[in-house]
């Protein structure tokens, strides 16, 4: 992640606002991740804060708490999958995340005949 907030400071003369969003003091509020233009994530805490949301959400389902999420709360306006050739498994966890995260745009790179079935699933959902 560090590669790429090295490559967006140099690409657009620090113009973006950055956020490396991982690491156990990250924010745990939605509203703190609209501040940033870009908001650089780990498939792995995708599917952390996922798990937690799904947990969180059937904890308090007859509570008035909000539940507290991050990224699967935001709605985006564009996902980029960097490495999407890993998605080798649609039945993987940050798989089926990713496929549930809401968007305007979604793009990946590079494409893969096995990430396709999955990024097919993952231009198809959510873009609304």
């Known amino acids: 992640m560090g590669q790429w907030a090295s490559e967006l400071a140099d690409k ?8 490396l969003h991982h690491g156990p003091k990250r924010s745990k509020n939605p509203q703190d991740l609209l501040d940033y233009d870009v908001v650089l994530v780990t498939y792995q ?10 947990t969180d959400t059937h904890a308090k389902a007859s509570s008035d708490e909000s539940c507290s ?15 999407a050739h890993t998605a080798k498994n649609p039945k993987a966890g940050w798989t089926r995340t990713c496929a549930q995260l809401a968007s ?9 005949k ?3 079935c999955f990024l097919n699933k ?6 609304q």
């Open 12 to 19: 657009t003369d620090g113009h973006l606002k950055v956020l």
């Open 69 to 83: 999420c991050t990224c699967a709360c935001v709605k985006w306006h564009r996902l980029v999958l960097d490495e």
């Open 104 to 112: 305007d745009n979604r793009y990946w790179s590079p494409l893969s």
């Open 114 to 116: 096995q990430g396709c």
């Open 45 to 54: 805490i995708i599917a952390q804060e996922w798990r937690h949301l799904w």
């Open 122 to 127: 993952f231009c198809a959902s959510k873009t």
